[in-house]
Nanobody
Framework: QGQLAESGGGLVQAGGSLRLSCAASGRTGSSYSMGWFRQAPGKEREFVAAISGSGAYTYYADSVKGRFAISRDNAKNTVYLQMASLKPEDTAVYYC?????????????????????WGQGTQVTVSS
C-alpha cells in the first residue's frame, strides 16, 4: 500500500503562485495514475487535475485549466501541482491521491472513488 505526503501549501496573495508536492512511498510507481483534489470549507472535495503514470497524459478541471499544471518525477516518486494566477476561490485543502488501476477518461479520473489512497492534505489560502 502506498503512502502519500503533500507539502508546499501556504498563504499567498491573489495573482501569486505556489507549487505543491506529493511524495509517494511504499508500493507506488510509474504505473499509478495520480490526481490532485481540493476541499474548501463547507464544500465537497472536488477534482483539480490528474496525470498518467508516464506523465504523458493530463486532465484538468475547467476552473483551473490554463492556470495550474500537474507534473511528476518518477525517479523521485513525486507529483507536483504548479499553481499560478491564484484566486481567493482557490482557497482549500489540497489532497493528492493515487490510483492503481491505470489511466482512463476524464469522467473516471475526476471521481474520488477511483483513487485508492490519499494524503493528509495541505492548506492553500489565497488572500484578496
Amino acid at each position: 500500500q502506498g503512502q502519500l505526503a503533500e507539502s508546499g501549501g501556504g498563504l499567498v496573495q491573489a495573482g501569486g503562485s505556489l507549487r505543491l508536492s506529493c511524495a509517494a512511498s511504499g508500493r507506488t510507481g510509474s504505473s499509478y495514475s495520480m490526481g490532485w483534489f481540493r476541499q474548501a470549507p463547507g464544500k465537497e472535495r472536488e477534482f483539480v487535475a490528474a496525470i498518467s503514470g508516464s506523465g504523458a497524459y493530463t486532465y484538468y478541471a475547467d476552473s483551473v485549466k490554463g492556470r495550474f499544471a500537474i507534473s511528476r518525477d518518477n525517479a523521485k516518486n513525486t507529483v507536483y501541482l504548479q499553481m499560478a494566477s491564484l484566486k481567493p476561490e482557490d482557497t482549500a485543502v489540497y489532497y493528492c491521491a493515487g490510483r492503481t488501476t491505470g489511466w482512463g477518461d476524464l469522467v473516471t479520473l475526476s471521481r474520488r472513488i477511483e483513487y485508492g489512497y490519499w494524503g493528509q492534505g495541505t492548506q492553500v489560502t489565497v488572500s484578496s
